[in-house]
């Protein structure tokens, strides 16, 4: 389900009744078109998200813990100056739109009460965050800056009068009589209810039309149904999947198939929906380059490999050079130069013909040279050939493991993957390169005994955690064969509970993370080796134990540590 009117109806009347008269403590901007408000109502610390991003703009609450940058953007800076501080008086929709007005109470510079209206334009693409004066309706600032180039119906920059968008002539199903045109039968009555009624988005449409059998008759009590649901807050959070897809819904919609889960609230359910697609979407983003990058070294490498292999097949047949040219040695007599070619008896093959190609421009004892020198070329090139191939398989696995950990990253994670990167050659280095500490600290999780479970989440991570961080006597997981996190069990007898736990994490952490059935090595530290001058990340090891485990999404997200 789209974040339609009907949604955000009921969006508002939840988050009402948790952050009203709640004050706000803290401010943050983790991404470009978000903001975090933490505001503290009712005796607990609550996390309002504001997103205009363009595909997954929405208001929520969020247990999502988001990275805030270490320079908070010019936007950000204007919300702490006029919003630390102040009360939430009121959340308010404007009738059955995306609109959505935060009412605060603070006070300005010289002390008086001032009301300030944080807006949020819930609009896809045209997504914005403003922030008010409510008394001179002026724009104090605005997460997305438009010019009047851009927009002639409004002007969307700090100082510029705040104008609500372009109004409609639909009618609000929460203060309208329920009834459909019947005079504009080439429209289905999906079609007739996004007309004809403000802030219906599809999949609702779909469900009322389905309710009401595609009746017109049916269609008000159809429809009386859906706003009954929203006015007295009869909402059952969905999350319904159907195989790679899923979507969400505030009512279990009979028209949708697919496995269904439930919520208690509708900020649970979104937590559940978006953090997974938003997270990929910004690491696609934001790592867009990263990923350009290596695949174009990784293709480049693999089509190295090709030809290397055909340089070595050629190779194989090194033999037929030297018989040709012992063969024109043996039958010297037999020839004269200017010849373009002769057949001679190959005595290896029980004296079957051979033809062999002459050069007209040399003698008979130069041509058979020229096989021999051909023949002893080919044998020194399969020592070189043999050391490029392995040189260059180790260049494809490293740069494989750094496609599976961009594949597998948060936006975090990206740092310290350009860092590597850089330091391995492939990025040109910024002038002022600084490696953060975080970008060294594993992720932490607990096992259900509470055994502490680490997972580096990039190669600078895996040598650090493996060499460094580990004890001899923990216990080392990784996929075998396959590009993936280095895991470490805090424990030189883990409970065989928390292996399975352990290679669960490290299965999910792989580039193997939806296969059924993937086997992990299980060894202690004491059996790892870092050869000299290896790449990031990369160790060898021994007298190893592998199980097989099929990667579970919720248990890992069980076991991460908060």
Same mark, same amino acid.
């Given at each position: 389900?789209?974040?339609?009117?009907?949604?955000?109806?009921?969006?508002?009347?939840?988050?009402?009744?948790?952050?009203?008269?709640?004050?706000?403590?803290?401010?943050?901007?983790?991404?470009?078109?978000?903001?975090?408000?933490?505001?503290?109502?009712?005796?607990?610390?609550?996390?309002?998200?504001?997103?205009?991003?363009?595909?997954?703009?929405?208001?929520?609450?969020?247990?999502?813990?988001?990275?805030?940058?270490?320079?908070?953007?010019?936007?950000?800076?204007?919300?702490?100056?006029?919003?630390?501080?102040?009360?939430?008086?009121?959340?308010?929709?404007?009738?059955?739109?995306?609109?959505?007005?935060?009412?605060?109470?603070?006070?300005?510079?010289?002390?008086?009460?001032?009301?300030?209206?944080?807006?949020?334009?819930?609009?896809?693409?045209?997504?914005?965050?403003?922030?008010?004066?409510?008394?001179?309706?002026?724009?104090?600032?605005?997460?997305?800056?438009?010019?009047?180039?851009?927009?002639?119906?409004?002007?969307?920059?700090?100082?510029?009068?705040?104008?609500?968008?372009?109004?409609?002539?639909?009618?609000?199903?929460?203060?309208?009589?329920?009834?459909?045109?019947?005079?504009?039968?080439?429209?289905?009555?999906?079609?007739?209810?996004?007309?004809?009624?403000?802030?219906?988005?599809?999949?609702?449409?779909?469900?009322?039309?389905?309710?009401?059998?595609?009746?017109?008759?049916?269609?008000?009590?159809?429809?009386?149904?859906?706003?009954?649901?929203?006015?007295?807050?009869?909402?059952?959070?969905?999350?319904?999947?159907?195989?790679?897809?899923?979507?969400?819904?505030?009512?279990?919609?009979?028209?949708?198939?697919?496995?269904?889960?439930?919520?208690?609230?509708?900020?649970?359910?979104?937590?559940?929906?978006?953090?997974?697609?938003?997270?990929?979407?910004?690491?696609?983003?934001?790592?867009?380059?990263?990923?350009?990058?290596?695949?174009?070294?990784?293709?480049?490498?693999?089509?190295?490999?090709?030809?290397?292999?055909?340089?070595?097949?050629?190779?194989?047949?090194?033999?037929?050079?030297?018989?040709?040219?012992?063969?024109?040695?043996?039958?010297?007599?037999?020839?004269?130069?200017?010849?373009?070619?002769?057949?001679?008896?190959?005595?290896?093959?029980?004296?079957?013909?051979?033809?062999?190609?002459?050069?007209?421009?040399?003698?008979?004892?130069?041509?058979?040279?020229?096989?021999?020198?051909?023949?002893?070329?080919?044998? $020194?090139?399969? &020592? #070189?050939?043999?050391?490029? /191939?392995?040189?260059?398989? %180790?260049? *494809? @696995?490293?740069?494989?493991?750094?496609?599976?950990?961009?594949?597998?990253?948060?936006?975090?994670?990206?740092?310290?993957?350009?860092?590597?990167?850089?330091?391995?050659?492939?990025?040109?280095?910024?002038?002022?390169?600084?490696?953060?500490?975080?970008?060294?600290?594993?992720?932490?999780?607990?096992?259900?005994?509470?055994?502490?479970?680490?997972?580096?989440?990039?190669?600078?991570?895996?040598?650090?955690?493996?060499?460094?961080?580990?004890?001899?006597?923990?216990?080392?997981?990784?996929?075998?064969?396959?590009?993936?996190?280095?895991?470490?069990?805090?424990?030189?007898?883990?409970?065989?509970?928390?292996?399975?736990?352990?290679? $669960?994490?490290? &299965? #999910?952490?792989?580039?193997? /993370?939806?296969?059924?059935? %993937?086997? *992990? @090595?299980?060894?202690?530290?004491?059996?790892?080796?870092?050869?000299?001058?290896?790449?990031?990340?990369?160790?060898?090891?021994?007298?190893?134990?592998?199980?097989?485990?099929?990667?579970?999404?919720?248990?890992?997200?069980?076991?991460?540590?908060?």
């Amino acid at each position: 389900m789209s974040f339609d009117g009907l949604f955000t109806h009921g969006m508002v009347d939840e988050l009402g009744q948790t952050l009203e008269n709640g004050r706000i403590s803290k401010i943050h901007q983790p991404y470009k078109n978000e903001i975090v408000l933490v505001i503290r109502a009712n005796g607990k610390n609550h996390k309002l998200l504001l997103s205009s991003h363009p595909s997954y703009a929405r208001i929520q609450l969020t247990e999502i813990p988001y990275e805030n940058p270490a320079a908070p953007p010019t936007f950000c800076m204007i919300l702490r100056k006029y919003l630390e501080g102040a009360v939430l008086k009121e959340i308010k929709q404007i009738e059955n739109d995306r609109i959505v007005h935060f009412i605060f109470k603070n006070r300005d510079e010289i002390g008086d009460m001032k009301n300030i209206i944080l807006v949020a334009e819930i609009m896809g693409r045209h997504s914005n965050l403003f922030l008010i004066e409510e008394s001179e309706q002026k724009i104090i600032d605005c997460i997305k800056h438009i010019s009047p180039l851009q927009n002639s119906f409004r002007t969307l920059l700090p100082g510029a009068t705040y104008i609500n968008p372009p109004k409609s002539n639909q009618l609000n199903p929460f203060d309208a009589e329920f009834f459909l045109p019947v005079d504009q039968p080439e429209l289905s009555m999906k079609q007739l209810i996004q007309k004809t009624y403000q802030g219906i988005g599809a999949d609702t449409a779909v469900e009322i039309s389905y309710q009401a059998e595609e009746k017109l008759a049916h269609f008000p009590k159809a429809m009386q149904k859906m706003v009954t649901d929203f006015s007295e807050k009869n909402l059952t959070p969905t999350l319904i999947i159907q195989g790679n897809k899923s979507s969400f819904v505030p009512l279990p919609f009979a028209s949708i198939s697919g496995e269904r889960q439930s919520f208690q609230t509708l900020s649970e359910l979104l937590d559940a929906f978006y953090q997974g697609k938003a997270e990929r979407d910004r690491v696609q983003q934001q790592g867009a380059d990263l990923i350009r990058i290596v695949q174009t070294e990784l293709n480049r490498n693999q089509k190295k490999l090709v030809k290397l292999q055909q340089s070595l097949d050629e190779t194989e047949h090194a033999d037929i050079y030297r018989i040709k040219g012992e063969l024109l040695t043996a039958f010297l007599y037999e020839m004269e130069k200017g010849m373009p070619e002769i057949t001679l008896a190959n005595f290896y093959e029980d004296n079957q013909p051979l033809k062999i190609a002459l050069d007209v421009r040399k003698t008979p004892s130069q041509n058979a040279q020229k096989y021999f020198a051909k023949y002893q070329k080919l044998k $020194n090139a399969v &020592a #070189y050939i043999h050391e490029q /191939q392995q040189l260059t398989q %180790v260049e *494809v @696995d490293y740069l494989e493991s750094v496609a599976t950990q961009i594949e597998l990253a948060s936006p975090k994670d990206l740092v310290a993957i350009k860092e590597e990167l850089q330091q391995e050659g492939y990025l040109k280095k910024q002038k002022k390169m600084r490696t953060e500490k975080k970008s060294i600290q594993a992720e932490t999780y607990l096992a259900t005994d509470g055994t502490v479970i680490l997972v580096g989440k990039n190669n600078f991570q895996n040598d650090q955690l493996t060499l460094k961080t580990a004890k001899k006597t923990d216990i080392w997981l990784h996929t075998k064969n396959i590009p993936g996190s280095h895991v470490i069990i805090q424990s030189a007898e883990p409970s065989e509970e928390t292996l399975l736990e352990a290679a $669960n994490i490290a &299965a #999910y952490f792989s580039k193997s /993370q939806l296969s059924a059935s %993937v086997p *992990v @090595d299980i060894v202690p530290v004491k059996k790892i080796r870092k050869p000299n001058g290896a790449k990031p990340g990369y160790v060898i090891y021994e007298g190893q134990r592998t199980v097989h485990v099929t990667p579970d999404a919720e248990l890992v997200s069980r076991l991460r540590k908060k």
